[in-house]
């Protein structure tokens, strides 16, 4: 008589202990990893913003060349600011864009301040009440798009027009 033997009994598969030990092996790397890439995420959310704001500032720049009018960004409060954009036929500004940052749990510096382009493109320190750093003898206006607690991103406008983010 052939026996069979006990090892060939045994089916394919995995033990309920491996499988718990996977698991568990797999959990402790998600608790590692989550965290870092949470506060990734925010922070490419806030560069991102402020690469959209600093296009949103070179248009209207461009615009108020353009035209050689004045067109403004109104930073409504902390999650939302607004882009005018002069019209040439009445002489007065229309809302161009609403921007809410807070759906992103973004904030931005200066709420309630209004930064303004001139007709030649660059900001009107008389009627700009935005933030600004005039320690190096030139004013150089800062908006700050922020994620709290992980990363604030300033958008830097000189005195010539150039405009950048840091």
């Not at 005195?159 to 983010?165: K, L, T």
Request: aromatic content about 8%.
């Amino acid at each position: 008589m052939i026996r069979a033997s006990s090892t060939s009994r045994r089916s394919a598969g995995f033990t309920l202990l491996e499988l718990a030990v996977s698991v568990t092996v797999l959990a402790i790397l998600a608790a590692i990893v989550a965290p870092p890439w949470a506060r990734y995420r925010a922070r490419m959310r806030a560069y991102s913003s402020a690469h959209e704001l600093r296009a949103e500032l070179t248009y209207i720049q461009a615009r108020a060349m353009d035209l050689e009018g004045e067109c403004w960004v109104q930073v409504d409060n902390e999650g939302q600011y607004s882009v005018y954009v002069t019209d040439s036929a009445t002489e007065s500004g229309e809302l161009f864009r609403q921007v809410n940052l807070a759906q992103e749990s973004l904030t931005l510096s200066s709420p309630g301040k209004k930064l303004l382009f001139g007709p030649r493109g660059w900001v009107d320190p008389d009627e700009s009440d935005v933030a600004y750093d005039d320690s190096a003898g030139v004013r150089i206006y800062t908006l700050t798009v922020s994620a709290p607690g992980v990363v604030h991103v300033p958008v830097r406008i000189y005195p010539n027009g150039r405009i950048e983010v840091r």
